[in-house]
């Protein structure tokens, strides 16, 4: 019966440690639909290749001007998108 009862405590979730979702082979951040990965992100509207992560490519495709250059290829309702993902993660995290 002990068995039984250690399938349901929690299966074998706890034994791996949480991902985060940018790190390498699971980037399920909305940014990367957008960008190519690697290194650093690369743009599919403009070809800029942007430094310091997909949080700074946020900015880039929303326009804030937050540490990168706006793109000006970005058709508008991704830009409204990126802007809306942007002003969630800053509420989010204050």
Known sequence: MSG???NSAGGT??????RSKNSVGNRTDIGW?????????????CSK???????????HLAGTRYDSEPC??????????????????KDASA
């Open 72 to 89: 000006v290829s970005v058709p508008e309702e991704i830009r409204a998108l990126m802007m809306k993902v942007v002003s969630d993660a």
């Open 33 to 45: 639909k957008y960008g190519t990965d690697g290194k650093k992100v690369k743009c599919n509207y």
């Open 13 to 18: 979730s706890a034994s791996l440690p949480p």
């Open 49 to 59: 290749i942007n430094n310091g992560g997909i949080l700074r490519f946020k900015h």
């Open 4 to 6: 039984s009862a250690s």
